[in-house]
């Protein structure tokens, strides 16, 4: 059974920084494009950034350019969303799906900027 878990959200003040992790079960991370979404309450889901199963191929949202970084450990089946320079409008639950075709999901976790 696949399980995607993410971790590493919480509270943090603007201008902070968050490591997050979605780490992989069931699957083999090397052989899908990863990315990490995210969801504020009422809006549509939003791609923040993707990367490809080597991690040569690496795709951000504009609102998120220069500040976030996506990274893979493919022995560690493990994705990281590195956020730095965080801003309020940055709060929202983020998740990871696996698969060009988002095949799965994790079940999210918090990010909250605010001071």
């Known amino acids: 059974q696949v399980k995607l878990v993410e971790s590493g959200g919480g509270l943090v003040q603007p201008g902070g920084s968050l490591r997050l992790s979605c780490t992989a079960s069931?699957?083999?991370?090397?052989?899908?494009?990863m990315s990490w979404y995210r969801q504020v309450p009422g809006k549509e889901r939003e791609l923040v950034a993707d990367?490809?199963?080597?991690?040569?191929?690496?795709n951000y949202a504009d609102s998120v350019k220069g500040r976030f970084t996506i990274s893979r450990d493919n022995a560690k089946n493990t994705v990281y969303l590195q956020m730095n320079s965080l801003k309020p409008e940055d709060t929202a639950v983020y998740y990871c799906?696996?698969?060009?075709?988002?095949?799965?999901w994790g079940q999210g976790t918090q990010v909250t900027v605010s001071s």
């Open positions: 799906a696996a698969g060009q075709d988002r095949r799965y």
């Open positions: 069931g699957l083999v991370l090397s052989s899908y494009t």
């Open positions: 990367i490809s199963r080597i991690g040569g191929i690496k």
